[in-house]
């Protein structure tokens, strides 16, 4: 558990950064998708420096890059959808950021959590108790005060 603390800190710190840089990056340049786009592009040139380099110790189930191609359809498609959907989410982001703050927008966005989490118990069986869903309901009521002017 402790060891998920630190990785959730790092993914906080993280994603509170790639948020006020995209948004400054955004104000300043109009809300054009190319930034979003360009921001894939040097993501995946990483990426393939990263799976280069990481294969054997991060992906033991993989031997080479080439492997991709050695993938079952149905997870090929899976990757596809997933990049679709993290391209997109990006760019509406982005224009929702461009009519109000980053802040706004992060938080009421965060409701996918709990979509998640409801979705996780019907799909994964995943257990839930009663703390779990009394953080559903806090998130929730937190998004509504959100809206609230």
Do not use: R
Request: glycine share 6%; with cysteine; proline share 1%.
């Amino acid at each position: 558990m402790n060891s998920a603390i630190n990785y959730i800190i790092l993914i906080i710190v993280l994603y509170s950064i790639w948020t006020i840089i995209m948004e400054a990056i955004s104000k300043k340049y109009s809300s054009c998708f190319c930034i979003t786009l360009k921001t894939y592009i040097f993501a995946g040139i990483i990426a393939l420096i990263f799976m280069y380099f990481h294969t054997k110790h991060d992906c033991q189930h993989h031997d080479s890059i080439k492997d991709i191609f050695n993938m079952p359809i149905v997870i090929l498609i899976g990757l596809v959808l997933i990049a679709c959907a993290s391209l997109m989410g990006n760019k509406y982001w982005l224009k929702a950021v461009n009519t109000t703050n980053s802040g706004f927008v992060v938080g009421l966005t965060n409701i996918y959590i709990v979509i998640v989490a409801l979705l996780s118990v019907f799909l994964f069986n995943t257990k839930m108790n009663n703390y779990n869903y009394l953080g559903i309901f806090t998130i929730i009521g937190g998004t509504y005060l959100l809206t609230k002017k």
